[in-house]
């Protein structure tokens, strides 16, 4: 299976990440996609990416918190990276009106620079949207048809919410959000409306550690190796076999991020 949505230039990870990896793969994770949040972490995730390939593979994009620093300059760096074999999206990019670290304008500028650059590049978008869901389809909704393809990451919104996404032929990355007995209780139900060719997977680790792991580890900290965790909740929420759901959502990944299968 593909973790989708990894923040492995974290500063949580600076002590162990080469283990972090490890532990990964031992768990059963194919692959990671490295998320770029801005400038310097889309660099950074660049090279980790290129200096284990295969394995990993990165996104370039300026995060919502990070739009009050987005300019010219920021497009033309990411269009350089985007050129990169290894950087598979743009992203990650979108709007977050719920701690508004940038102005509501300048997130919703940079989003629609970086909707732009992913059409001119014929390249997938790897999205956040956060108490924004009106604002976000608005943006989004005049540019789909010119992206190869688009998924919100992190998906924690509600059945409407769910429906529009859906309806704009957007993909769903689920995170260990749907293993939380207070928070999760309408992803859960939710779950089961996602199409499985639309369906991925996600820790966004160091975030969102699942609430349900036993034992429960010592740190606070998520790291890819409890994927296979996230993945067992989901098909159990939506009463799949988890093993055909595993080979299900690592096709999807493979396809919208044109990632090859390693022999």
Excluded at 212 to 238: F, G, K, Q, T, W
Aim: hydrophobic share 40%; net charge negative.
């Amino acid at each position: 299976m593909i973790d989708i949505g990894v923040n492995l230039t974290s500063s949580q990870f600076d002590k162990d990440r080469e283990l972090v990896v490890e532990r990964a793969r031992a768990a059963g994770v194919t692959g990671l996609i490295l998320t770029g949040t801005s400038l310097v972490e889309s660099r950074a995730v660049a090279d980790y990416a290129a200096a284990n390939p295969a394995f990993c593979h990165a996104t370039a994009g300026v995060h919502p918190h990070e739009a009050r620093h987005f300019d010219e300059h920021s497009l033309d760096e990411l269009r350089r990276l985007a050129a990169q074999p290894q950087v598979v999206a743009i992203g990650e990019c979108g709007l977050d009106y719920n701690r508004d670290f940038s102005p509501r304008p300048q997130q919703d500028a940079a989003f629609e620079a970086q909707l732009a650059l992913a059409a001119e590049l014929n390249m997938p978008v790897f999205m956040h949207c956060r108490d924004a869901h009106p604002r976000f389809m608005e943006i989004l909704a005049p540019w789909r048809d010119r992206l190869p393809a688009a998924v919100l990451h992190c998906f924690t919104g509600t059945e409407v919410e769910l429906r529009d996404c859906l309806a704009l032929d957007l993909h769903i990355g689920i995170t260990g959000w749907i293993c939380d007995e207070r928070r999760g209780r309408e992803l859960q139900q939710l779950v089961r409306q996602i199409p499985a060719e639309r369906l991925m997977v996600e820790t966004d680790s160091p975030y969102l550690i699942p609430r349900d792991l036993l034992p429960r580890p010592a740190s606070r900290r998520n790291e890819p190796a409890y994927l296979p965790h996230i993945v067992r909740r989901i098909a159990e929420c939506r009463g799949d076999e988890p093993h055909a759901l595993i080979a299900a959502v690592t096709a999807t990944s493979r396809a919208f991020f044109r990632i090859e299968e390693q022999s």
